[in-house]
């Protein structure tokens, strides 16, 4: 149902144009961040590439986060993960703040997104009251409006390295070279100075202007725009569009966050972007991720980690996304990636190595967090600033590279794309 929802989504407004380790580290106590696994240095595993299932990792990380900083966070009701008396109210009517004022709410922060014609309001809940409790009074008060936690997302994780071909750096559908691509990544810190992304062109957006370099962060970069003598990403020479909405914070990766990075991303006109993410329903960044879409932005996320019986995860289940899941070096689904309707394409994800902060600069990676960055790299040539009929020119196109175009299915979508971007770890010893 979601294909159907997403290819309508694009429809409809091509029409009236003419008529998504988990947990990057956070800055938080080691071992409490990488779902999506950034291991153990390649000499240990180089023999050892098949890494192990995530599925218990994402709610045992939650759990932990929890449990360590319940001064600034809590549960929903569901037990994911919100920034502590936090309340998202997506583009409030002058009602709708009445009747959170009336609630006891006051106005924290507000966020225009004027090339989308939208704003995004936090409330902050008074001491001694429960956030979840307002929320509901705040919803009754305004049956109208779109309320939520501000809740917190988490990271969801060829052609032999020393001898990339340069023929198979991908071209777009209508000839751009790849140095006139622009990507867009929405994800924790990057090294910038590793040998991989030092020569790459990256603007960064958040965290006041101080780096905060991480190994989620870097390793997703450097599979979109990474290139050295022994590794390359999907779109050397392309133009990255970095926000970290971590910051090495206990709150990062918000809602609230994320909004502001796609606000950043849609003022910045970036046709692509991609989000190795994980987390709840959430009607703010739901409103959110649809606007962007609307506007002919193409959305990439992970489908995550939680195993193929798991309920759907956001924001790669939201329609208009393109959810992108993980295969093993023989095209095999890892037995951790999600599966559904919101899978759209399948890329590697396992059996492979990407840049990582330190020594040694090269680590096997696993999750559908580093399979989804492959994906937005093949994209983004054919989009290199938002328009809606391209948007969907660019994902019919892939999706003839993937298979024939229209057979789909939940662990592969229309197919596996981007299988000689694989670099694989035992080259790099």
């Not at 924790?188 to 062109?201: E, K, P, V, Y």
């Not at 899978?343 to 580093?370: D, I």
């Not at 290199?384 to 057979?407: E, I, M, N, S, Y």
């Not at 596996?416 to 790099?428: E, F, M, Y």
């Amino acid at each position: 149902m979601k294909r159907i929802y997403f290819l309508i989504a694009l429809s409809i407004v091509c029409n009236a144009a003419s008529a998504q380790l988990r947990l990057p580290s956070l800055g938080l106590p080691p071992g409490l961040g990488q779902l999506d696994t950034l291991h153990a240095p390649v000499q240990r595993l180089a023999d050892r590439i098949d890494l192990p299932d995530l599925r218990a990792l994402r709610l045992d990380t939650v759990g932990k986060l929890l449990r360590e900083h319940p001064d600034v966070l809590e549960a929903d009701p569901h037990g994911e993960p919100a920034v502590r008396a936090q309340i998202l109210a997506w583009s409030p009517s002058a009602a709708g703040l009445e009747a959170a004022r009336q609630a006891g709410l006051r106005v924290l922060a507000e966020e225009r997104f004027e090339e989308l014609g939208q704003s995004l309001v936090v409330l902050g809940v008074p001491a001694g009251s429960a956030t979840e409790a307002l929320l509901e009074r705040l919803r009754a008060l305004d049956p109208e409006g779109h309320y939520d936690f501000n809740h917190v997302y988490t990271g969801s994780g060829a052609a032999p390295a020393a001898e990339l071909p340069r023929a198979s750096v991908p071209s777009s559908t209508d000839g751009s070279p790849a140095n006139e691509a622009r990507l867009g990544l929405i994800d924790s810190g990057i090294d910038t100075g590793h040998r991989a992304l030092r020569d790459a062109r990256i603007r960064a957006w958040g965290c006041d202007g101080v780096a905060h370099p991480d190994a989620h962060g870097t390793a997703v970069a450097a599979l979109m725009v990474g290139r050295d003598e022994r590794f390359r990403g999907a779109l050397p020479g392309a133009q990255l569009f970095a926000a970290d909405i971590y910051c090495a914070s206990p709150t990062g990766g918000s809602a609230g966050q994320i909004a502001a990075a796609l606000g950043w991303l849609a003022r910045e006109q970036v046709g692509v972007i991609n989000m190795s993410l994980v987390g709840p329903p959430n009607q703010a960044l739901e409103r959110m991720v649809a606007a962007m879409v609307a506007r002919g932005h193409l959305l990439v996320a992970a489908v995550g980690n939680d195993g193929p019986a798991a309920p759907p995860l956001y924001p790669a289940s939201y329609p208009g996304v393109v959810g992108v899941t993980g295969v093993d070096r023989r095209g095999r689904p890892l037995p951790e990636a999600a599966r559904g309707p919101q899978v759209l394409f399948a890329a590697p994800g396992n059996n492979m190595a990407s840049a990582s902060p330190g020594e040694p600069p090269y680590r096997p990676v696993r999750g559908t967090s580093f399979a989804a960055p492959i994906v937005a790299g093949l994209l983004a040539p054919a989009l290199p600033r938002p328009d809606r009929r391209q948007a969907r020119d660019a994902v019919t196109a892939l999706a003839h590279r993937a298979g024939d175009g229209t057979t789909v299915s939940n662990a592969f979508g229309y197919g596996i794309v981007g299988a000689d971007l694989r670099t694989d770890p035992a080259q790099l010893r």
